[in-house]
Structure formats: structure tokens, C-alpha cells
T-cell receptor, first 112, second 117 residues
Framework: DAGVIQSPRHEVTEMGQEVTLRCKPI?????LFWYRQTMMRGLELLIY????????DSGMPEDRFSAKMPNASFSTLKIQPSEPRDSAVYFC??????????FGDGTRLSIL | AQTVTQSQPEMSVQEAETVTLSCTYD???????LFWYKQPPSRQMILVIR??????QNATENRFSVNFQKAAKSFSLKISDSQLGDTAMYFC??????????????FGKGTSLLVTP
């Protein structure tokens, strides 16, 4: 079975540009999570969805960040405008209820 | 909010030896789940083991086992017969099931484990 698929794997862009990260969860999973990993702050939950509906976005750092889940098989995390401090690895994960979360391979984002 | 503490930023163990990684957590809940995830240099997040708080029996998965002490709020991971492929960052994570609002994970800062020949 295919796991959680994230794209792109790496993204390098200049400050001020719009960045869109993509995620395809495992088919049948009803929860989707976006995490950010940095050396300073470790793994932080940004937002999560249940059945495509955002449940908790309290971890989204600023209005520059937005996330959508238009259907059960696709989600995006957008940063506009991007800043150097947004540089991190962004993970998407999915799960079926309280079962363990399955993570994608992450997107390493570098903002110059 | 629940906090997860991993007090050992780095550890080292020789191949074939046993190592224990520590994790403590703070919660007032009685029903929750605990996890250990492994992140090798490839960056993948791989589930190692899971423990339900209502189960007294410690979880085991092949060479990996936990020592779950609910009263002490401690959840350590023991790796037996360490292998070079066990070299990775290990994260302890807490999840409080919220049946109407989700199952997010709270992660510790991680322990970097190096297995040497």
C-alpha cells in the first residue's frame, strides 16, 4: 500500500515568494496532520483535519500560513509571503481515528 | 497542555549491547496513548512501538520494549541487541484521545542514538 505522499521533497525559494506544500494521505484515513520540525523547536503540530474539516489550527504560526483539504485525498500547506525563519522540514501525517499516525517523507523547505 | 520530556539529548551504544532511552510526561488524564518514533538520517518518521495507558502489560516489538510506569509518568524504550541500523533520532510522543476533536501528538525533543561497531 502507498504511504503518505508529500511533494516536493525539497524546496528552495527566495524570501517573499509563495510556497505550496502538498500531501496525499493514506486512502481511508480520516485524520490529516501537518507538523513542522526545526532544531530549535523540535516537532510542532501546525494544524489537523478530520474528514477534511480543520479541527485545530492553533499551531499555525501566523496569518502567512494557511492549509486546506479540498477532498479526502489531498491537502496543501501554503506560506505567503515566505520568510527565512520558515525554513524547516514540514511533515504530513495521516491516521484512522486513534490509530498510530503514518508520516510522509517530509518537505525540506529553505527560504533564502 | 501535556508536556513530554526526553532528558538525554545524545546517547551512544556498542553494537549488540542494550540501551534504554528515557521519557517522562506530564498529564492529568487517565486515558492516553504513548509512542516511540524513530527518525533515521533519511528523515522518515517510523513508528517503533505504542502503549495504551489502560494496559498494564508493557508493549514489545521484537528487539524493542518499553517500561511503562503510569504512576511515575515514565515511558522508557529499551533496545536489545543494538544494530547499526538503529542509529537514529528517537522521539517519545503523547496522545490524548479526544473523541470529538482529534488525536494530535505531542512530541519530546528527541534523543540522538549512535550505535557504534
Amino acid at each position: 500500500d502507498a504511504g503518505v505522499i508529500q511533494s516536493p521533497r525539497h524546496e528552495v525559494t527566495e524570501m517573499g515568494q509563495e510556497v505550496t506544500l502538498r500531501c496525499k494521505p493514506i486512502s481511508g484515513h480520516d485524520y490529516l496532520f501537518w507538523y513542522r520540525q526545526t532544531m530549535m523547536r523540535g516537532l510542532e503540530l501546525l494544524i489537523y483535519f478530520n474528514n477534511n474539516v480543520p479541527i485545530d489550527d492553533s499551531g499555525m504560526p501566523e496569518d502567512r500560513f494557511s492549509a486546506k483539504m479540498p477532498n479526502a485525498s489531498f491537502s496543501t500547506l501554503k506560506i505567503q509571503p515566505s520568510e527565512p525563519r520558515d525554513s524547516a522540514v514540514y511533515f504530513c501525517a495521516s491516521s484512522l481515528a486513534h490509530q498510530p499516525q503514518h508520516f510522509g517523507d517530509g518537505t525540506r523547505l529553505s527560504i533564502l | 497542555a501535556q508536556t513530554v520530556t526526553q532528558s538525554q539529548p545524545e546517547m551512544s551504544v556498542q553494537e549488540a549491547e542494550t540501551v534504554t532511552l528515557s521519557c517522562t510526561y506530564d498529564t492529568s488524564e487517565s486515558n492516553y496513548y504513548l509512542f516511540w518514533y524513530k527518525q533515521p538520517p533519511s528523515r522518515q518518521m517510523i513508528l517503533v512501538i505504542r502503549q495504551e495507558a489502560y494496559k498494564q502489560q508493557n508493549a514489545t516489538e521484537n528487539r524493542f520494549s518499553v517500561n511503562f510506569q503510569k504512576a511515575a509518568k515514565s515511558f522508557s524504550l529499551k533496545i536489545s541487541d543494538s544494530q547499526l541500523g538503529d542509529t537514529a533520532m528517537y522521539f517519545c510522543a503523547f496522545m490524548k484521545p479526544r473523541y470529538f476533536s482529534g488525536y494530535a501528538l505531542n512530541f519530546g525533543k528527541g534523543t540522538s542514538l549512535l550505535v557504534t561497531p
